[in-house]
């Protein structure tokens, strides 16, 4: 299997992405990690939001035998999306528990006394869980947006009273965090998660979806590429005069596919 093509989205870029991709795999949960390592202390200049993604993806390939990154998603201090492993394959996120789950990791460490999360950050959260919800049908409830914590190790669900009276112990990780919005029980997701996701799926349908544009190609010859860049391979050409349909941009790249990885330069576009 290739490796996974990571691309940055800003939350609304990430959403039209969204919105106009068809995705073949039956999404029924949405798990909430956080990467504990690396953490906020860990984003330089010199070691930014790319440099994790691929530095993740190879700790999790040499150290856990993994075929790829875990996550499908990443979000990061800054309120920009990561898409990493494809949405269509499974996750490596809850042992046990990946089947029909996409996995979120938010890149910090939310246990109490350390990463203060950004308010970026925060709504990049909500809104993604929500977007998500929204995308797949599903709604912000115990059974289909989860946290890691809420699970022991073969997969299976803890008891809510266990979870909710702190009983887990080192069964299972701290996953997303022992302050990730309140605390990491079922009783504080349902007091102070999942109302904010509520309220973002019921502001985001009042809002039109990103539209789709149309553009010509201005060029003689118009490389399609796999992904948002020159180091890309390339798929087929375009003629000038050709009419493509954008369903995103990244990196002064545009997407001219809901249903592959078909990318051109935006400036040859008009």
């Not at 069964?171 to 919005?181: N, V």
């Not at 003689?220 to 941009?249: A, K």
Request: aromatic share 12%; net charge neutral; with cysteine.
């Amino acid at each position: 299997m290739a490796l996974a093509q990571f691309h940055i989205y800003t939350p609304q870029d990430f959403q039209q992405y969204l919105v106009n991709t068809v995705f073949s795999r039956s999404i029924k949960m949405i798990q909430n990690h956080h990467t504990w390592e690396p953490n906020y202390s860990s984003l330089s200049a010199n070691q930014g939001e790319m440099y994790w993604l691929e530095s993740m993806r190879d700790y999790h390939i040499h150290n856990n035998g993994w075929s790829d990154i875990a996550q499908n998603l990443t979000t990061f201090p800054s309120g920009n999306i990561g898409l990493c492993r494809p949405i269509n394959i499974t996750p490596a996120g809850i042992f046990g528990a990946n089947s029909g789950a996409i996995c979120i990791e938010n890149l910090g460490n939310f246990d109490a006394g350390h990463d203060q999360m950004t308010l970026p950050h925060k709504d990049t959260i909500v809104f993604l869980n929500a977007v998500l919800c929204i995308k797949f049908n599903l709604k912000p409830v115990k059974e289909q947006v989860v946290y890691h914590h809420w699970f022991d190790r073969t997969g299976k669900r803890f008891p809510e009273s266990v979870v909710n009276n702190n009983q887990v112990g080192n069964q299972q990780k701290t996953c997303p965090g022992t302050a990730f919005f309140g605390t990491n029980t079922i009783t504080s997701a349902e007091a102070n998660f999942f109302p904010l996701i509520d309220n973002k799926i019921k502001q985001l349908n009042e809002t039109p979806a990103p539209p789709i544009t149309s553009r010509i190609v201005n060029a003689s010859v118009l490389n399609v590429r796999s992904g948002p860049g020159t180091s890309f391979p390339v798929l087929r050409t375009l003629t000038q005069g050709t009419e493509v349909s954008v369903y995103t941009t990244s990196n002064q790249w545009s997407k001219i596919s809901n249903t592959a990885d078909e990318w051109v330069f935006s400036s040859y576009l008009s």
